[in-house]
């Protein structure tokens, strides 16, 4: 199973979108705190839409917290840090089943000291844009993912 992780997610709209997509993709979702809404908000529910029983998620209460629980005994998964400022193209790694997916908050991105800790990867955008839309990111990331572990099969 794949994983996505959001470090300090900030709009409630884009989880709840990111979270029906996991849904889809059968992908385990981890929010790291601080978030930038309650976690009961009307927009995130909304976003999800009646998926969330369909949805294994799990709320970490900081960077530190994430790092000890999920990637302590997570010896052969591991985690890709989706940038902008990174320079390896997303489609030229090899995922495997396990993997986590990290992205960083809306307006600033994964923070340095993040972002050294794992190999990076972006999404090329030949256009005039800084960044995509968090959501958007986290479907063209993980379903990518998804394609190449479906070749393997």
């Known amino acids: 199973m794949l994983k996505v992780v959001l470090y300090q997610p900030e709009i409630p709209q884009n989880a709840g979108n990111i979270a029906r997509t996991c849904a889809a993709a059968a992908a385990e979702l981890h929010l790291i705190r601080p978030l930038g809404f309650r976690w009961g908000d009307p927009k995130l529910k909304r976003a999800g839409l009646d998926y969330w029983d369909h949805l294994h998620y799990v709320l970490h209460d900081s960077w530190e917290a994430f790092v000890e629980k999920a990637l302590a005994g997570a010896r052969q998964s591991r985690v890709w840090a989706f940038s902008s400022k990174a320079t390896q193209d997303y489609t ?62």
């Open 92 to 153: 030229r790694v090899p995922y495997q089943p396990g993997d986590y997916l990290l992205f960083g908050p809306e307006t600033r991105g994964l923070p340095k000291e993040v972002l050294e800790q794992f190999p990076s990867v972006t999404i090329p955008m030949p256009g005039k844009v800084r960044s995509l839309n968090l959501a958007v990111s986290v479907g063209i990331g993980l379903f990518e993912a998804l394609r190449q572990l479906r070749m393997q099969e």
